[in-house]
């Protein structure tokens, strides 16, 4: 199965123009289309143009601009460049779902291996407190014992 390219289903959050994979008839340009569209920090994608009218409304190159899908303010940063908190957000989806499984197989494997531990841990605690149990009520018999001698008045020899 061939892996999808990641990118080939995004678009800008503001006027829905398509990211066009390299190589396709709508790819206008040779360069990294991901290099062309900017992540605003609220998450939404926006396109050349868009970030472009953005940062020009905004009058001034150090100022945030707020995000013209939903307001929030903040910097934009080419998607290529996008934070590594994010960078699992533009993989192929067939990779992603290989280590989440992996990783779910090692911690199922993992918490099988403490309830296993923990099994043990507690036929060993019923065993103790079946031995202990034994031993309460051979107390018990023996102080019920010293009870009726001493009630005789028997006396213990030295």
């Given at each position: 199965m061939q892996a999808t390219d990641p990118l080939a289903h995004l678009a800008c959050s503001s006027c829905r123009r398509p990211l066009s994979p390299p190589g396709?008839?709508?790819?206008?340009?040779?360069?990294?289309?991901?290099?062309?569209?900017?992540?605003?920090?609220?998450?939404h994608i926006l396109c050349g143009p868009c970030t472009n009218a953005l940062v020009t409304a905004t009058h001034s190159p150090d100022a945030a601009p707020l995000c013209p899908v939903c307001g929030v303010q903040g910097h934009l940063v080419p998607l290529d460049q996008a934070p590594s908190s994010v960078q699992h957000c533009f993989r192929p989806l067939p990779d992603l779902a290989h280590e989440l499984g992996t990783a779910a197989g090692w911690q199922t494997a993992h918490l099988a291996e403490q309830l296993d531990f923990f099994k043990a841990k507690c036929a060993e605690q019923k065993s103790t407190?079946?031995?202990c149990g034994?031993?309460?009520?051979?107390?018990?018999?023996?102080?019920?014992?010293?009870?009726?001698?001493?009630?005789?008045?028997?006396?213990?020899?030295?």
């Amino acid at each position: 199965m061939q892996a999808t390219d990641p990118l080939a289903h995004l678009a800008c959050s503001s006027c829905r123009r398509p990211l066009s994979p390299p190589g396709t008839a709508s790819s206008s340009t040779s360069l990294n289309p991901a290099s062309l569209f900017s992540l605003a920090p609220c998450g939404h994608i926006l396109c050349g143009p868009c970030t472009n009218a953005l940062v020009t409304a905004t009058h001034s190159p150090d100022a945030a601009p707020l995000c013209p899908v939903c307001g929030v303010q903040g910097h934009l940063v080419p998607l290529d460049q996008a934070p590594s908190s994010v960078q699992h957000c533009f993989r192929p989806l067939p990779d992603l779902a290989h280590e989440l499984g992996t990783a779910a197989g090692w911690q199922t494997a993992h918490l099988a291996e403490q309830l296993d531990f923990f099994k043990a841990k507690c036929a060993e605690q019923k065993s103790t407190l079946a031995r202990c149990g034994v031993e309460l009520k051979k107390l018990k018999a023996l102080k019920q014992c010293a009870r009726v001698v001493l009630c005789m008045g028997i006396r213990p020899e030295h």
